[in-house]
């Protein structure tokens, strides 16, 4: 009986050091809730900038018609605001990956760090590439859509080299997104629950999950 068991526990052993050597294990929870929490207050913070109700449509039209220096005010409040988010945002992911891994005893930065970093910033990159353009055309009201679905396509992309969990918010990611783009006049709100409301669930699922 003490024989099997050893054997067991050699080979739980065996598979932890295989996850560890081929998967990014230093994700954060806490990471997500904050990033949730960030995302959420962005666009709260659009809201009252713009001066508009929750679930008043058509937010990306309230430029229209103003003066250039309002228009351009407007725009450039916007940029900043998501700009601080994603940097914040960021931050946090990074510091609590960083605070995860010394904390498990786990390289900070390794071949799959980087391989995650990659697959995951591809997409990224493309899909800010893409609501450039879209601004560019003057198709706002899919700037907000076209972020969400890059940003899962980008999660997904990267999940083979983290915990599975990743996979299923990419999918959740791309979901909504599509579905923003059906009632994009409400896109800030669908923006505030892919990036917020599931980063919160999220995060408290992987925090639950594997940190406590």
Do not use: C
Not at 117 to 137: K, Q
Request: glycine content about 8%.
């Amino acid at each position: 009986m003490d024989k099997k068991q050893d054997q067991l526990n050699e080979l739980r052993e065996i598979r932890n050091l295989m996850e560890r050597s081929s998967r990014f294990l230093s994700l954060s929870g806490i990471a997500g809730i904050i990033v949730g929490m960030f995302a959420i207050t962005g666009v709260a913070a659009a809201y009252l900038f713009l001066g508009i109700g929750l679930i008043e449509p058509r937010y990306y039209q309230f430029a229209v018609g103003q003066t250039l220096a309002k228009e351009s005010a407007v725009y450039a409040f916007l940029f900043v605001d998501f700009m601080v988010v994603l940097v914040l945002s960021l931050f946090t992911a990074i510091f609590f990956a960083v605070r995860n891994a010394k904390k498990r005893g786990l390289a900070v930065w390794d071949a799959t760090a980087s391989r995650l970093l990659i697959n995951m910033l591809i997409p990224l990159a493309a899909g800010g590439v893409y609501g450039l353009i879209l601004w560019h055309h003057g198709y706002v009201a899919l700037m907000a859509p076209a972020t969400l679905i890059f940003y899962g396509l980008a999660l997904i992309n990267a999940s083979k080299y983290t915990i599975n969990d990743i996979r299923y918010l990419g999918i959740m990611e791309v979901a909504v997104g599509l579905v923003a783009s059906i009632f994009m006049e409400y896109g800030l709100l669908f923006w505030a629950f892919g990036f917020g409301v599931l980063h919160l669930f999220y995060g408290m699922k992987i925090y639950f999950k594997h940190e406590r």
